[in-house]
């Protein structure tokens, strides 16, 4: 029997996945298509165990890996088979079988096809819409209703009506009833004879910030006592009764000028007074007592002092605290600090911070750090943002990992890495002097 197959079959048959091909090569069997033996009782145990389970059982499984094998023979095989030539000789209750198990969903066959048909009949005649709905209004009218458990009644009241509740009205107040606290009477008493100051806490507790200076709620924020300024009350407080209209008669009045607080003036800091030309006689001369030099924001000295200091700095063998700070520091004035830290065993302190020191110089100068190993603090801050990068940030982070002495780094990172190594160093560094103090307080 050669049935004539619809494309819907065989697009669902070139579909098949692995799963399918497990039941139709069950059919196949019953149809004597791949293996010779007609009676089941020739079939190994193996294959009559098979006939009789679900397609999950066609499939043997070894634990981690699936075999590559299907009733004997390798799932190669199969793919030389005529898919056509199988159909062809397959009964139509067969064919109707297979269909229904192919997977719905499989993404070859088009959405019309996916859907089987839910019926065999044949048509009775043409479709004919308004025939349909005069036979469906017809039925409807003629089939009898569904039979109530309690029968419908005209007149009668079943439940209860609903009755929604009455919601007293609520007069609005100020978010606290005091008429349940305290009575009026009682708080005008109580306010007629507070002082100023309590008024002022009392405004601040309440929340009244237009009221109140920014030295007068901070004090009541902190529980602070009022002092002598701050202690008069710049402001309108409204004691009102709920059933009076009129709060002018409740109220207590004073200045209605929010008074600011008074600026502090603070005084300019004097101008650097350090005498350059004496730092660098002593400095020369190995003075013991000059142990700290600074220079900070003295933009008016020369370059040719800050050389001679610089010069004179390497001279001394007591110097520890070296301040350079905001004096306009250029690659040239400041090559000399390079040998500095290279000669200098005393120096534990270097500030540096100018806005003309470029990238490079600032690696040699944290390089010539290694080689004594005795600084603990170095500032060389730079607002340049192009004067650093990457390259150069990665290369400062290094050598601060090789130095097991610095303790402060005074350096803008942009680099996240860069920040988190020198951080790291640092903490190194520190757990290094710990446990240092322990093992001397130990022995």
């Not at 199988?86 to 139509?92: N, Q, R, S, V, Y």
Request: charged residues 30%.
């Amino acid at each position: 029997m050669s049935p004539n197959l619809s494309s819907k079959q065989r697009q669902a048959c070139l579909g098949l996945s692995i799963n399918n091909c497990a039941l139709f090569a069950t059919l196949s069997i019953r149809a004597s298509l791949i293996f010779p033996p007609t009676d089941i009782s020739d079939l190994p145990s193996s294959y009559r165990k098979t006939m009789t389970t679900t397609t999950q059982e066609v499939y043997s499984y070894r634990k981690g890996s699936v075999t590559t094998k299907l009733y004997g023979r390798d799932l190669s095989e199969y793919e030389d088979i005529d898919i056509d030539s199988l159909l062809t000789k397959l009964t139509p209750e067969e064919l109707e079988e297979l269909n229904s198990e192919v997977d719905p969903d499989n993404s070859l066959l088009p959405p019309s096809q996916r859907c089987r048909d839910q019926t065999t009949k044949s048509p009775t005649g043409p479709f004919r819409r308004e025939e349909l709905l005069k036979f469906l209004e017809e039925k409807a009218k003629n089939e009898a209703d569904w039979e109530e458990k309690v029968p419908f009644k005209q007149g009668v009241k079943r439940g209860k009506a609903y009755v929604p509740s009455v919601v007293e009205e609520k007069k609005e107040t100020f978010g606290i009833d005091l008429a349940k606290a305290l009575e009026m009477d009682e708080v005008e008493i109580a306010l007629s004879e507070a002082t100023e100051n309590d008024l002022v806490d009392l405004a601040g507790i309440l929340g009244m910030h237009s009221m109140l200076t920014q030295t007068q709620y901070h004090n009541v924020v902190k529980g602070k006592s009022q002092d002598e300024e701050n202690s008069s009350f710049s402001g309108m407080l409204f004691i009102s009764d709920e059933h009076d209209d009129t709060a002018v008669d409740n109220c207590v009045l004073s200045d209605t000028v929010v008074k600011s607080t008074p600026l502090k003036f603070v005084p300019d800091e004097p101008a650097n007074n350090t005498d350059v030309l004496d730092c660098i006689r002593r400095l020369n001369e190995n003075d013991p007592s000059l142990t700290e030099v600074n220079i900070n924001n003295m933009k008016t000295i020369s370059r040719e002092n800050v050389k001679k200091l610089i010069e004179a700095a390497k001279c001394s063998t007591h110097l520890e605290n070296f301040f350079l700070a905001n004096t306009a520091l250029s690659d040239a004035d400041a090559h000399g600090l390079i040998e500095l830290l290279e000669m200098s065993k005393s120096l534990k302190n270097l500030n540096v911070e100018s806005n003309f020191l470029t990238g490079e110089f600032l690696i040699a100068l944290l390089q010539a750090t290694l080689k004594q190993q005795c600084l603990v603090e170095i500032h060389v801050e730079n607002q340049r943002a192009a004067v650093l990068g990457n390259k150069v940030e990665m290369e400062l982070a290094r050598i601060v990992e090789e130095n097991d002495s610095l303790l402060r780094v005074g350096i803008s990172f942009q680099s996240m890495d860069a920040r988190y190594r020198v951080s790291y160093a640092i903490e190194k560094n520190y757990e290094r002097l710990r446990l240092q103090r322990v093992q001397a307080d130990e022995e």
